[in-house]
């Protein structure tokens, strides 16, 4: 994840009347750093890894396993027992989408020599022990691409219902507001592409078919407005928030 300040992010009806001139100054911006240098020569190739986690709480006693929003907490305390007391700490802790999760990097960039890759592994585990120490005993790292229940009912602790209304962040009829990082950056981001398309984000998922599947398997959704109705495919899985895949795990080289 990119440089988060704090500030008040613009709502989509504000960026449109700077659009032109963001543009312009991007290109502008970019041609000035290019040619300042477009000359350079034998630089040594920085590079780095992002993995994302998502926090997880093993609930035994009624067999559920949920997705924990507490990754503000977790990244705070993290970051005051790393960078904050040793800036050459051997880790990183930055905010995710998802307020369930949590990016680790290393601390520094990797070199341009092959010896560097000896060391990559090394600070995957160190990164992933550092942030399981501060979980609390139920708790776990899960670093799958996508959370089983991603969007059913109650996959969230503390438990919240969506709200598929205007006023809400994503609108969705799975994806809770409350899962979405408390940062505005994110909210802003999410409300103002669903203004921006004048829906909200559809996608839709052939759904895997046994001897058990309806054919034509078509959902229904007690909530919808009338949106989900049109947007949803036969024999698809439809989802309607930018966190179904914003709110996925992965693993970047950069």
């Known amino acids: 994840m990119g440089l ?107 070199g341009g020599t092959m010896s560097e890759f000896n060391t990559v592994e090394d600070n995957m585990g160190k990164r992933r022990r550092e942030a399981a120490s501060v979980l609390n005993k139920n708790e776990t790292l899960l670093a799958v691409t996508s959370f089983p229940r991603l969007g059913c009912p109650g996959f969230t602790q503390p438990e919240y219902k969506p709200t598929p209304v205007e006023k809400g962040v994503s609108k969705s009829l799975f994806f809770p507001d409350e899962a979405i990082n408390r940062h505005p950056r994110f909210s802003t981001l999410t409300r103002n592409i669903r203004h921006r398309r004048g829906e909200k984000v559809v996608i839709n998922v052939p759904i895997f078919k046994d001897e058990n599947t309806p054919s034509p398997f078509v959902e229904t959704f007690p909530e919808d407005d009338g949106e989900a109705a049109r947007g949803a495919l036969p024999d698809h899985i439809y989802m309607d928030a930018m966190g179904f895949g914003m709110g996925n795990c992965c693993l970047q080289v950069k």
């Open 4 to 110: 988060l300040s704090q500030g008040s992010p613009l709502n989509w009806e504000e960026t449109k009347k700077h659009a032109d001139h963001v543009r312009k100054h991007g290109i502008l911006q970019f041609l000035n750093i290019y040619n300042k240098v477009k000359d350079r020569q034998k630089d040594v190739l920085k590079w780095g890894d992002e993995v994302e986690y998502m926090l997880v709480e093993m609930d035994d006693s009624n067999e559920k396993v949920r997705l924990v929003l507490n990754g503000k907490d977790v990244l705070e305390t993290l970051q005051e027992k790393g960078e904050k007391i040793n800036p050459n700490h051997p880790t990183l802790w930055r905010p995710e989408y998802g307020s369930y999760m949590i990016e680790g990097t290393p601390g520094q960039p990797y």
